[in-house]
C-alpha cells in the first residue's frame, strides 16, 4: 500500500518560536496534500489543501499567515507553525490524495505531535 | 457543506459479539463516505471506503459498512469482535477533496 510519512513524530518548542513539519509520500505521487489537526480526545478538524505548485486553500478560521504550507514537489508539503503559542499544542496529521483510473483515497501520515511550552 | 454525525461517542461490546457502529452524513451532492481506525497514538488507517456501486462495501480486518441513500446513512459492522478491535473509528465523508470527519466512536472491547 501507499506510505506517508511525517518528520518529526513530535516536536516541543518555546512559545514564539517556528516549527516546521514535513509531509512526504514515499511511493507515489501527490499532487494534493492535507493538513489535519486533531486535539485530544477531538476529531480531526480540515485545516488546508495544499497542491503542488500552488497556494494552499485554507479552511474558514484558519490563518494562512500563522499555517505556512508549501508543496514544493509531488512527494513533498511542509506545514510551518509560525510563531507558536501554547494553544497550537496538537497532533498534526498530514495526507495525501491518490487516484487511480476511478478510485480516489487518502493515505495518512503517522502524526506530529507538537507541545509548546 | 457536509457533515457527519457519529451518534454514539462510546460503544462497548463484549469479545466475540456483533457490533455496530453508527454513521449519518448530510451533503446536497454526492460524496464518498469512509471508515478509519485510530489506535492510540497512532494515524489513521482505512477499514473501508464507498464510491460508487454495491451498497455492501467489505473492509479489513472483518469489517462492513452498509451505504444507504434514503438513511444518509453508512453504518459500520463487524460479526464478532476481538480484544484488538478496541481503537478509535472515525466516519468521514469526502466530494474528492479534503474529508470531513465525524467526532469518533471509542469502541471498547470487554473480555
Known amino acids: 500500500g501507499a506510505v506517508v510519512s511525517q518528520h518529526p513524530s513530535w516536536v516541543i518548542c518555546k512559545s514564539g518560536t517556528s516549527v516546521k513539519i514535513e509531509c512526504r509520500s514515499l511511493?507515489?505521487?501527490?499532487?494534493?496534500m492535507f493538513w489535519y489537526r486533531q486535539f485530544p480526545k477531538q476529531s480531526l478538524m480540515l485545516m488546508a489543501t495544499?497542491?503542488?505548485?500552488?497556494?494552499?486553500?485554507?479552511e474558514q478560521g484558519v490563518e494562512k499567515d500563522k499555517f505556512l504550507i508549501n508543496h514544493a514537489s509531488l512527494t513533498l508539503s511542509t506545514l510551518t507553525v509560525t510563531s507558536a503559542h501554547p494553544e497550537d499544542s496538537s497532533f498534526y496529521i498530514c495526507?495525501?490524495?491518490?487516484?487511480?483510473?476511478?478510485?480516489?483515497?487518502?493515505?495518512f501520515g503517522p502524526g506530529t505531535r507538537l507541545t509548546v511550552t | 457543506a457536509q457533515s457527519v454525525t457519529q451518534l454514539d461517542s462510546q460503544v462497548p461490546v463484549f469479545e466475540e459479539a456483533p457490533v455496530e457502529l453508527r454513521c449519518n452524513y448530510s451533503?446536497?451532492?454526492?460524496?464518498?463516505l469512509f471508515w478509519y481506525v485510530q489506535y492510540p497514538n497512532q494515524g489513521l488507517q482505512l477499514l473501508l471506503k464507498?464510491?460508487?456501486?454495491?451498497?455492501l462495501v467489505k473492509g479489513i480486518n472483518g469489517f462492513e459498512a452498509e451505504f444507504n441513500k434514503s438513511q444518509t446513512s453508512f453504518h459500520l459492522r463487524k460479526p464478532s469482535v476481538h480484544i484488538s478491535d478496541t481503537a478509535e473509528y472515525f466516519c468521514?465523508?469526502?466530494?474528492?477533496?479534503?474529508?470531513?470527519f465525524g467526532k469518533g466512536t471509542h469502541l471498547i472491547i470487554q473480555p
Open positions: 495526507s495525501a490524495k491518490r487516484t487511480s483510473g476511478f478510485s480516489y483515497e487518502q493515505y
Open positions: 511511493d507515489f505521487q501527490a499532487t494534493t
Open positions: 495544499s497542491n503542488e505548485g500552488s497556494k494552499a486553500t485554507y
Open positions: 451533503s446536497s451532492v454526492s460524496v464518498y
Open positions: 464507498y464510491l460508487s456501486g454495491s451498497t
Open positions: 468521514a465523508v469526502s466530494r474528492g477533496d479534503g474529508l470531513t
